[in-house]
């Protein structure tokens, strides 16, 4: 008797898929809802501090007139346009990559162009500068820049960058401290306090690495997730026994504090947004104020600070996730460039400064994030921040710094792609990861790595292995490095 046969299982590129999966790719790229919902979540979690860190870092300055921004309409702004920028990166891009306003270029607004003249002028040179990026964008010049960069410089970029997160987690969360620069100090770092963890803040760190460590190792899902929530749970056990209070209290150091949130549940959950920040902008007002060439000189700098800090974070996260082509480059290249510099203009618009690509997108990635659909998740957790503002402050540091640890680990491991036996890549793909994370600026290694990488060429008789644009980029980082001299002339 001869047996029926059998009809074969039909193999996950066999079963139907919905419309919405094929939208944003998510059979095909391995992922699974699940798998995005997690990463949206750990992606929030990570840099949701910015709700609270950007109108901190506004909010403490002054223009040229004296005002200040309201810290409570800095923050409800900095929620909404992260928000929707986040959900318009996921909807057109399809790209697991999260935007917020920019560290670095918010202190370059407030401590150095605000002063100068007034906010909506300042916010008016950020519009200015995601325009340029924008029309950079569209001409193609842009990508074709992006595309002359050498596969295994753009393999440093993403390990820079790794080792560039691990620093931040691990400063945050005050397990790594700047040393005072007093005679005697042999090293400008150190663990602790003094060479030991005495804060519990700290512990809560390390119990966070930890459980992540085991989880992930365990291969377990949600692991980075998990992490974040069990160390929150620690955390608010910890400061409800121990009253352990902020960093600064009375404008005095407490440096067994918590970095920035205070994990305490809060009097009240909701709270109405004030959006009063939204269009008070100026866009050209600021060249009459301070001088056409000062102004030029402030809109080159945050060109050149967003447009290389998101190339280097967009490859970094591609890499973490598999999703790199042979080149080096990210599916809807263009796509993702062009939502990047809209969220720059918007986020002048709205007075929170130039938003941009947050590398901490790659806590997300880690977790199971391979398309758009969790920066849908990403984008919602933001824009209930607006409302639900007092909770996003529960989470501390400690908790969430212990994900970038781990990210970095994880993007670290591309090392291996790079030839290290050929000196002519190997050389600017070493400054290009050390100075990142030992100058707190990803534009500083990817500077360094392409002057680096051109010289080298130069000077081995190899020029026309250079990309033309290559020399262009590298030209503009040569004057990027000494626009400080450049603006002591033009002062």
Known sequence: MTEAPTTPR????????????????ISARGSSIGQEVRGGFATFFTMA??????????????????????????????????????ILM???????????????????VAYEIAPQMTWADAMGLVVIEGVLIAILVLTGLRESI????????????????????????????????????????????????NGRLITWPALVFVFALLLTIILFVRKVRGAILIGILSATVLALIVEAIGKIGPSFVDGKPNPS?????????????????DLSLLGKFNVFHSWQTAGWLVVLMFVFTLLITDFFDTMGTMVAVGQEGGLLDENGMPPRTREILLVDSIAAAAGGAASVSSNTSYIE?????????RTGVANLVTGGLFLLAMFFAPLVTVVPFEAASAALVIVGFLMMTAVRSIDWTDYEIGVPAFLTIVLMPFTYSISNGIGAG????????L???KARQVHPLLYAVAGLFVVYFLRGPIETLIS
């Not at 996921?90 to 917020?100: E, I, K, N, Y």
């Not at 993403?158 to 700047?178: E, H, K, N, S």
């Not at 997108?361 to 994030?369: D, L």
């Not at 392409?450 to 060429?457: D, F, L, R, W």
């Open 10 to 25: 039909p193999t996950a590129e066999d079963r139907p898929v919905s419309g919405f999966d094929r939208y944003f790719s």
């Open 49 to 86: 501090y910015i709700v609270v860190l950007n109108p901190l870092i506004l909010g403490s300055a002054t223009d040229a007139s004296g005002v200040h921004l309201a810290i409570a309409a800095i923050a409800a702004a900095t929620a909404l346009v992260a928000g929707v920028m986040t």
């Open 90 to 108: 996921g909807v057109v891009a399809r790209f697991p990559l999260a935007l917020a306003a920019g560290l670095g270029v918010n202190a370059m």
């Open 361 to 369: 997108s790659a806590s997300g990635v880690a977790e199971g994030a």
């Open 459 to 461: 000077a081995c008789g």
């Open 450 to 457: 392409i002057i680096s990488y051109a010289v080298i060429k």
């Open 146 to 193: 992006f595309r002359s960069v050498p596969t295994q410089l753009k393999a440093a970029i993403g390990v820079g960058i790794g080792l560039f997160l691990t620093i931040i987690g691990l400063v945050d969360a005050g397990f790594v401290r700047r040393i005072p620069d007093i005679a005697g100090t042999t090293v400008p770092v150190g663990m602790g306090i």
């Open 257 to 273: 504090g918590w970095s920035l949130n205070v994990p305490k549940l809060p009097d009240t959950i909701v709270d109405l947004p």
